[in-house]
């Protein structure tokens, strides 16, 4: 008989509590994924560093706070048995006011 845990000792109602998040959270980039796959194929190789870089660097960290929040409120929504935290991600733009370089 097979165990009951699966991948990384999940059960399977774990597994499938994976794939409902990694949906949610797909579906909360999707769109910032596509973008910057835009934007890096309209740079050359000698433009992906410098700005290009800190450019692909912010939006990655956006979309991992819109994955955090969806996640989030995902849980809420569905009143799962995880402890959904009641802080807020961080809404950072980073901008030349910061010191750091900002993005067009």
Same mark, same amino acid.
């Given at each position: 008989?097979?165990?009951?845990?699966?991948?990384?000792?999940?059960?399977?109602?774990?597994?499938?509590?994976?794939?409902? +998040?990694?949906?949610?959270?797909?579906?909360?980039?999707?769109?910032? +994924?596509?973008?910057?796959?835009?934007?890096?194929?309209?740079?050359?190789?000698?433009?992906?560093?410098?700005?290009?870089?800190?450019?692909?660097?912010?939006?990655?960290?956006?979309?991992?706070?819109?994955?955090?929040?969806?996640?989030?409120?995902?849980?809420?929504?569905?009143?799962?048995?995880?402890?959904?935290?009641?802080?807020?991600?961080?809404?950072?733009?980073?901008?030349?006011?910061?010191?750091?370089?900002?993005?067009?």
């Amino acid at each position: 008989m097979e165990d009951a845990h699966l991948v990384d000792g999940m059960t399977p109602d774990e597994l499938a509590e994976v794939q409902h +998040i990694h949906d949610v959270m797909l579906k909360a980039v999707e769109k910032d +994924i596509w973008q910057l796959a835009q934007f890096m194929v309209t740079r050359r190789d000698d433009q992906l560093f410098g700005e290009t870089e800190f450019t692909v660097r912010e939006k990655a960290l956006r979309m991992g706070a819109q994955a955090l929040q969806a996640t989030v409120n995902d849980r809420k929504k569905r009143a799962t048995k995880a402890a959904a935290s009641s802080v807020p991600i961080a809404d950072r733009t980073l901008d030349s006011s910061a010191g750091v370089r900002g993005t067009s």
